[in-house]
Structures are given as structure tokens and as C-alpha cells.
Nanobody
Framework: QVQLKESGGGLVQPGGSLTLSCVIS????????MGWYRQAPGKERELVAR???????TYTDSMKGRFTISRDNAENTVYLQMNSLKPEDTAVYYC???????????????WGQGTQVTVSS
């Protein structure tokens, strides 16, 4: 019914950059918040960044100044530009969206399957 498909993960050296994309498809009526979480081995899932429909953004402190979240409302896509990557950024990155489908009268959270980002020399 609704699919969130991430892409852009991979292996990068410390100091490098990656851009993640998440395309949302399905019977979507409206999307409020879109964002990214990540989960490193042995750690809890943590918020990376989120962006409201109007463009207001929020970042976790450790990502401020290095990561940039953006969205294309016409394409139902959210992006995460990651610069100055560090080994501690290694994690599975998950996109999510708070959206309404044509089959529901409420907004619900949907998640992608995740994409691996590995920062290593």
C-alpha cells in the first residue's frame, strides 16, 4: 500500500560524503513530517533529522553542521546529505514519514527498510 525505499548508502572513508534518498510511493493523500533515524550495532535507534511539510528542520546535535535534510514534496522524496562523515556515523539509516493514505482518516508513521552506511578507511 505504502512503500518507503531508501538508497544511497555504502562505504565511505572518514571525511567523505554520501547522500541518502527515500522515495515514498503508494496511495498517499498527504505527508507531514519526513525524516531519518539511524541505528548503530548495539545501540538504540536515534533521530538524525526531520523536516516538516513547510520546510522547518530539526537535527540531533551531533549532526548539526554536517548533515542537511531536504524534501521534494512533488516527488514525495526526502534526502539526507551527509558531509564530514566519521566512523561513529556508521549505522543503518531508516527514513520515515508521517502520512495519510486514501484508505485512512488519520496520519500514521511508516518506515523504510533501512540502508547501511559504513564509514571506514
Amino acid at each position: 500500500q505504502v512503500q518507503l525505499k531508501e538508497s544511497g548508502g555504502g562505504l565511505v572513508q572518514p571525511g567523505g560524503s554520501l547522500t541518502l534518498s527515500c522515495v515514498i510511493s503508494g496511495s498517499i493523500v498527504s505527508i507531514n513530517t519526513m525524516g531519518w533515524y539511524r541505528q548503530a550495532p548495539g545501540k538504540e535507534r536515534e533521530l538524525v533529522a526531520r523536516i516538516l511539510r513547510g520546510g522547518t528542520t530539526t537535527y540531533t546535535d551531533s549532526m548539526k553542521g554536517r548533515f542537511t535534510i531536504s524534501r521534494d514534496n512533488a516527488e514525495n522524496t526526502v534526502y539526507l546529505q551527509m558531509n564530514s562523515l566519521k566512523p561513529e556515523d556508521t549505522a543503518v539509516y531508516y527514513c520515515y514519514a508521517d502520512l495519510m493514505t486514501r484508505y485512512s482518516s488519520t496520519y500514521d508513521l511508516y518506515w523504510g527498510q533501512g540502508t547501511q552506511v559504513t564509514v571506514s578507511s
